[in-house]
């Protein structure tokens, strides 16, 4: 059974680099979409970005700030986001992506990580 | 503002059937391009209801179904239970974004 863990700092001053990562236990990293996914109130559920077969995809909205990248070898997912503003204060999680064409459904969720940021 | 539109509160009475609907436009839903739905409880992750339109993961009951038509999309949701009561929401590949999106979720209360 695939479960995720995360963690991460969770209180951050605007322009500082958020950091996350997400372990992956069970199952295989292979063939599979490891994505960063955020809540907020404002901005509902929004995909922020993923890494597949070592190919990292972003929200062009985040784009020159995100990094998202796999270590197979420690199976840790990870995310960095710099120069944060309050408008990244969001739950953040990392899921599993199972790819179909250009879709993708999430069937596995970490629990999520709160990031506030402040000014 | 989201891609997708959903209706922000639904109800309905135990055993009753109610529809969540999910709207696009020409570059996700009708484009055409899957629709997958997820069921969130307060406090927990969103988890996985129906993939690719209407397929069910193991485990989740044959009361929800799926739909797609055009550039909408609907759960069905059959014989409502108290525990039925959470925040639905719809996703799916938006081609002018280059980007999954996600419908502003709905709150399903059961009365």
């Known amino acids: 059974q695939v479960q995720l863990q995360q963690w991460g700092a969770g209180q951050l001053k605007s322009s500082e680099t958020l950091s996350l990562t997400c372990a992956v236990s069970?199952?295989?990293?292979?063939?599979?979409?490891w994505t960063w996914i955020r809540q907020s109130p404002v901005r509902g559920l929004e995909w922020i970005g993923g890494?597949?077969?070592?190919?990292?995809t972003y929200n062009s909205s985040l784009k020159g700030r995100i990094s998202i990248s796999l270590d197979t070898s420690r199976r840790h997912l990870s995310l960095r986001l710099s120069s944060v503003t309050a408008a990244d204060t969001a739950l953040y999680y990392c899921?599993?992506?199972?790819?179909?064409?250009?879709?993708?459904?999430?069937?596995?969720w970490g629990k999520g990580t709160t990031v506030t940021v402040s000014s | 503002q989201s891609f997708l539109t959903q209706p922000p509160s639904v109800s309905g009475a135990p055993g009753q059937r109610v529809t969540i609907s999910c709207t696009g436009t020409?570059?996700?839903?009708?484009?055409?391009?899957?629709v997958h739905w997820y069921k969130q409880l307060p406090g927990t992750a969103p988890q996985l209801l129906v993939y690719?339109?209407?397929l069910r993961p193991s485990g989740v009951s044959d009361r929800f179904s799926g739909f797609r038509s055009g550039t909408s999309a609907s759960l069905a949701i059959t014989g409502l239970q108290a525990d039925d009561e959470a925040d639905y929401y719809c996703?799916?590949?938006?081609?002018?974004?280059?980007?999954?999106?996600f419908g502003g979720g709905t709150k399903l209360t059961v009365l």
């Open positions: 996703q799916a590949y938006d081609n002018r974004q280059s980007a999954s999106v």
């Open positions: 020409i570059s996700n839903i009708g484009a055409p391009s899957d």
């Open positions: 899921a599993r992506g199972v790819t179909v064409n250009l879709s993708f459904y999430l069937d596995v």
């Open positions: 890494v597949r077969h070592s190919e990292s």
């Open positions: 069970g199952g295989s990293l292979r063939d599979y979409s």
């Open positions: 690719l339109n209407n």
